[in-house]
């Protein structure tokens, strides 16, 4: 009897020592936990966030999820229901888990289990979880020129905006994929070109004939991967010949020109008269009659008039 005594006076002294340090032990408190708290998901297939209790002891407590996004929150499973942006596409699972049956895009975001279990010490605890959800990539857009001359440089582009995360690109040469480095491979040792895997940018400083082919570009990511439809590229040798004869048939029919112009010049083609000069002719006054001044109110008679 009294070695009872003394060891429930022992676990009320514990108690005592770890109330007064802030410590409660498990059984009296609820205790959550996870298998992950960054969980990755592909879209369109199913994912379970799992919040393990670890402890607890009053029988029903009240389990609730959010969803925060952006730095807002909303319910997900409140009132023993799932709703929100999971209404109908979720369902939780013993203990408080939560299963989503096809994940998408807008489901990525923060999620935090809280459990309230008002029979225990310590009564409430959370847990947050990070749920990304990659996303295949569609099919890129690519840009290859129909035609390039030899020595000079050119760009092949490659786009994708729809997959999470953002892809990664590779080119394929007539159905060889082309390495990111052309020295690491003897084939293409004498290459100029240089990938960008990030952008999808494959640029060639010099052309070589060697260049022309079937060029495509494959976007890739986690979640999968799609290309664009093959472009052809056709590489073509210098014509000197036929830079010189542009050139002078330029040349020719500049001469011929400037000569026509001449040739109008000289035959007054372009001369004007002047808006100045006065065409209109006076009649010549008879010389048989000679007026005197206004003053005279007389005239005279030259003596070659004859009566």
Not at 76 to 102: H, M, T, W
Request: glycine residues 6%.
């Amino acid at each position: 009897m009294i070695r009872c005594k003394m060891a429930i006076a022992r676990l009320v002294a514990c108690f005592v020592l770890y109330s007064s340090l802030g410590h409660i032990p498990s059984s009296l408190g609820v205790i959550l936990r996870t298998t992950d708290k960054i969980v990755w998901a592909n879209e369109f297939e199913p994912i379970e966030l799992t919040c393990l209790i670890e402890s607890i002891s009053t029988n029903n407590p009240r389990i609730e999820w959010k969803k925060i996004k952006n730095g807002v929150p909303s319910y997900v499973y409140f009132q023993n229901k799932i709703a929100g942006d999971l209404e109908s596409r979720a369902q939780l699972r013993e203990p408080a888990n939560i299963l989503i049956f096809n994940a998408t895009r807008s489901d990525t975001a923060e999620y935090r289990c809280e459990v309230a279990a008002i029979d225990d010490q310590r009564d409430f605890d959370e847990i947050l979880i990070s749920l990304a959800v990659r996303v295949k990539p569609v099919v890129p857009r690519c840009s290859v020129p129909e035609a390039v001359t030899v020595g000079t440089s050119t760009e092949l582009r490659c786009l994708e905006n729809e997959g999470f995360p953002a892809p990664q690109y590779r080119w394929f040469h007539n159905n060889e994929e082309l390495p990111q480095d052309p020295k690491n491979s003897a084939k293409f040792a004498n290459s100029s070109y240089s990938i960008n895997p990030d952008t999808g940018g494959l640029k060639f400083r010099r052309v070589r004939k060697e260049d022309a082919g079937e060029y495509y570009c494959q976007a890739k990511n986690d979640a999968g991967h799609a290309q664009c439809p093959t472009q052809i590229m056709e590489v073509y040798d210098v014509d000197i010949l036929g830079i010189f004869l542009k050139v002078f048939g330029a040349v020719v029919a500049f001469l011929c020109l400037a000569v026509s112009i001449c040739h109008s010049f000289r035959r007054g083609c372009f001369h004007k008269k002047g808006h100045n000069e006065n065409n209109y002719n006076w009649p010549a006054q008879n010389s048989s009659v000679e007026y005197g001044d206004a003053d005279e109110g007389h005239f005279r008679h030259k003596s070659s008039f004859v009566i």
